[in-house]
Protein backbone atom coordinates (compact mmCIF):
# COMPACT_ATOMS: atom_id res chain seq x y z
CA UNK A 1 0.00 0.00 0.00
CA UNK A 2 1.44 3.26 -0.95
CA UNK A 3 1.97 5.83 1.91
CA UNK A 4 -0.02 9.36 1.18
CA UNK A 5 1.02 10.83 4.57
CA UNK A 6 2.57 14.13 3.32
CA UNK A 7 4.48 14.34 6.70
CA UNK A 8 6.52 10.70 6.34
CA UNK A 9 7.14 11.97 2.62
CA UNK A 10 9.26 14.82 3.65
CA UNK A 11 12.74 14.10 4.63
CA UNK A 12 13.77 16.82 7.86
CA UNK A 13 16.79 16.18 9.08
CA UNK A 14 16.31 19.38 11.72
CA UNK A 15 16.48 18.13 15.31
CA UNK A 16 12.73 19.95 16.03
CA UNK A 17 13.70 22.47 18.93
CA UNK A 18 11.48 25.58 20.03
CA UNK A 19 14.30 28.07 18.38
CA UNK A 20 13.87 26.37 15.53
CA UNK A 21 10.32 26.90 15.70
CA UNK A 22 10.58 30.49 16.08
CA UNK A 23 12.56 31.47 13.92
CA UNK A 24 10.61 29.61 11.56
CA UNK A 25 7.57 31.54 12.35
CA UNK A 26 9.63 34.91 12.57
CA UNK A 27 10.84 34.32 8.70
CA UNK A 28 6.97 33.68 7.97
CA UNK A 29 6.62 37.01 9.78
CA UNK A 30 8.91 38.89 7.82
CA UNK A 31 10.00 37.16 4.48
CA UNK A 32 6.81 36.05 3.65
CA UNK A 33 4.46 38.84 4.56
CA UNK A 34 6.80 40.96 3.22
CA UNK A 35 6.43 39.30 -0.50
CA UNK A 36 3.04 38.76 -0.14
CA UNK A 37 2.40 42.38 0.61
CA UNK A 38 1.01 41.87 4.07
CA UNK A 39 3.29 43.65 6.06
CA UNK A 40 6.56 45.86 5.13
CA UNK A 41 7.17 46.93 8.40
CA UNK A 42 8.09 43.18 10.45
CA UNK A 43 6.68 41.01 12.95
CA UNK A 44 6.50 43.98 15.47
CA UNK A 45 5.57 46.62 12.69
CA UNK A 46 1.83 47.33 11.36
CA UNK A 47 0.19 44.65 9.59
CA UNK A 48 -2.08 46.70 7.30
CA UNK A 49 -4.00 43.65 5.87
CA UNK A 50 -4.70 42.35 9.68
CA UNK A 51 -5.38 46.00 10.82
CA UNK A 52 -8.28 46.61 7.80
CA UNK A 53 -9.33 43.23 8.15
CA UNK A 54 -10.22 44.04 12.28
CA UNK A 55 -11.75 47.55 10.71
CA UNK A 56 -13.59 45.88 8.83
CA UNK A 57 -15.16 43.27 10.59
CA UNK A 58 -14.78 44.82 14.09
CA UNK A 59 -13.15 41.92 15.53
CA UNK A 60 -10.52 39.04 15.22
CA UNK A 61 -12.64 36.46 13.84
CA UNK A 62 -10.60 35.87 10.75
CA UNK A 63 -7.84 35.04 12.41
CA UNK A 64 -9.38 32.84 14.79
CA UNK A 65 -10.84 31.29 11.60
CA UNK A 66 -7.37 30.78 10.41
CA UNK A 67 -6.44 29.11 13.15
CA UNK A 68 -9.25 26.43 12.60
CA UNK A 69 -8.81 25.77 9.53
CA UNK A 70 -4.89 25.05 9.53
CA UNK A 71 -5.45 22.78 13.07
CA UNK A 72 -8.10 21.04 10.79
CA UNK A 73 -5.80 21.19 7.88
CA UNK A 74 -3.17 19.36 9.74
CA UNK A 75 -5.23 17.02 10.94
CA UNK A 76 -6.28 15.95 7.80
CA UNK A 77 -3.06 16.17 6.31
CA UNK A 78 -0.38 15.79 8.73
CA UNK A 79 2.21 18.82 7.15
CA UNK A 80 4.04 20.45 9.88
CA UNK A 81 3.98 23.87 8.19
CA UNK A 82 0.25 23.92 9.13
CA UNK A 83 1.43 24.05 12.69
CA UNK A 84 3.58 27.02 12.18
CA UNK A 85 1.26 29.00 9.84
CA UNK A 86 -1.29 28.64 13.32
CA UNK A 87 1.22 29.56 15.72
CA UNK A 88 1.85 32.86 13.37
CA UNK A 89 -2.08 33.61 13.39
CA UNK A 90 -1.98 33.40 16.96
CA UNK A 91 0.61 35.93 17.29
CA UNK A 92 -0.87 38.35 14.94
CA UNK A 93 -4.28 38.24 17.48
CA UNK A 94 -2.22 38.45 20.37
CA UNK A 95 -0.25 41.41 19.20
CA UNK A 96 -3.37 43.20 18.00
CA UNK A 97 -5.37 42.46 20.73
CA UNK A 98 -3.94 45.42 22.73
CA UNK A 99 -3.31 47.97 19.81
CA UNK A 100 -6.74 47.46 18.31
CA UNK A 101 -9.14 46.47 20.85
CA UNK A 102 -7.59 48.48 23.78
CA UNK A 103 -6.15 51.87 22.00
CA UNK A 104 -4.08 54.00 24.30
Known amino acids: MKNTNVEEKKVNHEVPTFKSFCSQIETMLEETAKSK ?58 KHHHSLDNPS
Open 37 to 94: GYNTTGPDGDNAVYRFIHEATGDHGHGIGEIIYKAIRYMRKRNPEDLLKLAAWAFLIW
